[in-house]
């Protein structure tokens, strides 16, 4: 078997559904509002989270999903990794079909979800919790605190391991997740979002922990899902673009940025970013794509990227647009295509937008 | 890594009681973690019974013609019967309150895809309300006979009773199962539902918990004895109070009337229970912020 995950014209439809009035005014016989609800529920439009996805992933390799928020990242690993079920195709993990094999399919994976509350138990230490997790999932006592000790290293909780969760900052109990990830060791990893939230020291301290250890080492075969552009580039041994349930690109990052080798990307360092400035840069002639990136909401300082057949030409008349929009421009360099720019070719837009 | 040496085996009967322990033992913990709830929870059984021994030292005269098979004490009756409901009650609404507990504390995800599944979280949750059940018909019993000198235990078959009790809660989970399925059929899923809320309504008038059914129009009655609470609270009041055996017929009755009721509404849950986690599957509904 090549393959770890084989994806097969997988499909996931939501109902658009609408949100459940908290205060309803029902008191204890608020199942009135959900079942009227229900009804407009019944009629509601699907929209398509996930649309007819094939893929591939290779034994051992470190796979990323980039895509903006809402690009069906999440719903793909969760179709994956057994939380939903698929509405049409299907995939196996490990040989196992998800839909037909579901239990062996969970003794294949590990999953890491972003945000800071799930399953965690609020009363318990950060320790406690670890521990929790590792005899849920039957792991021997005598490996499991070896475990939960390399991974507090890790992670960089160890001198905060006897806190309760409500006692930490938010990026700690992300640590906290994404140690509880590495206490179990399977031969599938899905990771979504897992730097979400955290400081930049931490988030590298756990790229090269992924890398070095879970990938090179061990040898697991890791999906990891990112909207960072770096993130992807960094760790991905190939990367697969998605937008609007689709995957519209997929290859090594080297492949994917060699679509648009042919373009310039020119990147001006300025202030005074705003909507408008964007649009003037679009409409000048030979500008295929621009994109902008603001580092100070104050200043609107930042950092424009535009994509151009013919840089020399257009230079001028992107600086002029920059000065008429009250900029001040502070850095011009060429740049090299990133991952970013590969997504901004193949949908028109940015991925952080 | 040899992709046939998994770390993570299938769940043995250990890891799942480990897990059912755990979620029993975060339970209490909870319970009792905010003290002046839990005293007023404890208050609160005292005052009940308080309550009903002067309500029924006031009408208990009224009563006693429709007494007659139960003793003829209305306020140990009473008491019984709030007593009972306690256990019937967390039949009834054990199994929805735990899949509130585990949507909304997004514990079933991380239930989900560990070797052991959600079954284990809501087990854990459920042993609790069955644990503090306990707790509170313990506290009915003992201090109704104690302060208040209510005529339970003198002759009593205990036996029976504990029999009438568990065909009852056997019948009771049945319902329990299809309130709980109504979270994701029916999107109730702000902690009610309609078939306790019903279920829960209809026990409380009809079903002889406060008083017998022979006080009730035939049209009520008639609904009552479609509660399998009705015969559970009848026998077992039967054995404890009057001291009522297996062989009595209208005990034996009220029991094959339960197990016939438990035939009925076990696997009708089971269907609608394993239906409606299908749909939360396929609606990404398993826990809130998924």
């Given at each position: ?353 | ?83 009972f ?75 029976v009773a504990v029999l009438a009790i568990l065909l009852g ?62 015969y559970a609270y009848d026998a077992a009041?039967?054995a ?11 005990v034996?009755?009220d029991l094959?009337?339960l ?32």
């Amino acid at each position: 078997m090549d393959y770890a995950i084989e994806v097969f014209n997988l499909t996931k439809k939501f109902k658009k559904v609408k949100k459940i009035p908290t205060e309803a005014g029902f008191g204890d016989a608020h199942w009135i509002i959900a079942l009227g609800l229900k009804l407009k529920f019944l009629k509601a439009q699907d929209i398509v989270a996930v649309d007819d996805v094939n893929l591939k992933v290779r034994k051992r390799e470190l796979f990323g999903l980039l895509g903006p928020n809402g690009a069906g990242k999440t719903t793909l690993i969760k179709c994956l990794s057994t939380l939903l079920i698929p509405d049409e195709g299907t995939a196996t993990i490990n040989g196992y079909d998800v839909l037909k094999e579901p239990d062996k399919v969970k003794r294949c994976i590990n999953l890491v979800g972003s945000g800071h509350w799930v399953g965690f138990d609020w009363g318990l230490t950060v320790k406690e919790n670890l521990e929790f997790f590792a005899n849920l999932y039957g792991l021997k006592p005598s490996l499991a605190k070896e475990r939960i000790d390399e991974v507090l290293e890790i992670v960089g909780l160890k001198d905060r391991q006897k806190e309760v969760p409500g006692r930490i900052s938010s990026g700690m109990r992300q640590r906290m997740i994404i140690a509880k990830g590495f206490l179990i060791r399977t031969p599938v990893f899905f990771m979504d979002e897992p730097t979400v939230g955290l400081d930049p020291v931490s988030a590298k301290d756990i790229r090269v922990y992924i890398k070095e250890k879970l990938s090179g080492e061990l040898g697991e075969t890791i999906v990891l899902t990112t909207h960072y552009m770096h993130e992807a580039e960094q760790l991905c041994d190939r990367v697969a673009i998605m937008d609007k349930g689709k995957i519209v690109a997929c290859g090594t990052p080297l492949e994917l940025k060699g679509m648009i080798e042919t373009e310039e990307v020119v990147e001006i360092e300025t202030i005074n970013i705003g909507t408008r400035l964007i649009d003037e840069i679009s409409k000048i002639d030979l500008v295929q794509n621009v994109a902008s990136h603001i580092d100070d909401p104050v200043t609107s300082a930042g950092t424009i990227r535009v994509h151009t057949d013919d840089a020399e030409s257009i230079l001028p008349m992107v600086l002029q647009s920059i000065e008429r929009n009250g900029g001040k421009v502070l850095h011009v360099s060429a740049s090299q295509p990133t991952l970013e720019d590969v997504f901004m070719k193949l949908t028109g837009k940015g991925l952080v937008e | 890594m040899s992709e046939q040496d998994f770390e993570v085996k299938k769940a043995d009967w250990r890891t799942v009681l480990w897990a059912v322990w755990a979620n029993f033992r975060k339970a209490i913990m909870g319970w009792t973690f905010f003290l002046p709830n839990f005293i007023m929870d404890l208050a609160g059984i005292i005052v009940n019974i308080g309550i009903f021994y002067f309500l029924a030292t006031f009408t208990g005269s009224a009563m006693a013609s429709y007494l007659a098979r139960f003793g003829g004490d209305y306020a140990a009756y009473i008491v019984l019967g709030i007593a009972f409901n306690a256990y019937l009650g967390a039949s009834l609404n054990s199994f929805y309150n735990s899949y509130c507990m585990g949507y909304w504390g997004c514990a079933f995800e991380l239930y989900a895809t560990s070797p052991v599944g959600i079954k284990a979280f809501m087990a854990g949750s459920i042993l609790f309300d069955y644990f503090v059940s306990t707790i509170s018909v313990l506290f009915y019993i003992l201090f109704g006979v104690s302060a208040f000198g209510l005529g339970i235990g003198r002759g009593a078959d205990l036996g029976v009773a504990v029999l009438a009790i568990l065909l009852g809660m056997v019948a009771v989970i049945g319902i329990g199962l299809i309130a709980a399925s109504t979270f994701t059929l029916l999107n109730a899923k702000q902690w009610s539902n309609p078939v306790t809320w019903i279920v829960n309504f209809l026990v409380g008038l009809v079903s002889g918990v406060y008083f017998p059914l022979e006080v009730l129009p035939e049209w009520a009655r008639a609904i009552g004895y479609m509660l399998p609470q009705t015969y559970a609270y009848d026998a077992a009041r039967m054995a404890l109070l009057s001291g009522a055996s297996i062989t009595n017929p209208l005990v034996t009755s009220d029991l094959s009337r339960l197990v016939m009721f438990s035939f009925i509404t076990v696997p009708i849950g089971i269907f609608f229970f394993k239906r409606s986690l299908r749909k939360a599957e396929k609606d990404g509904t398993l826990s809130r912020w998924s």
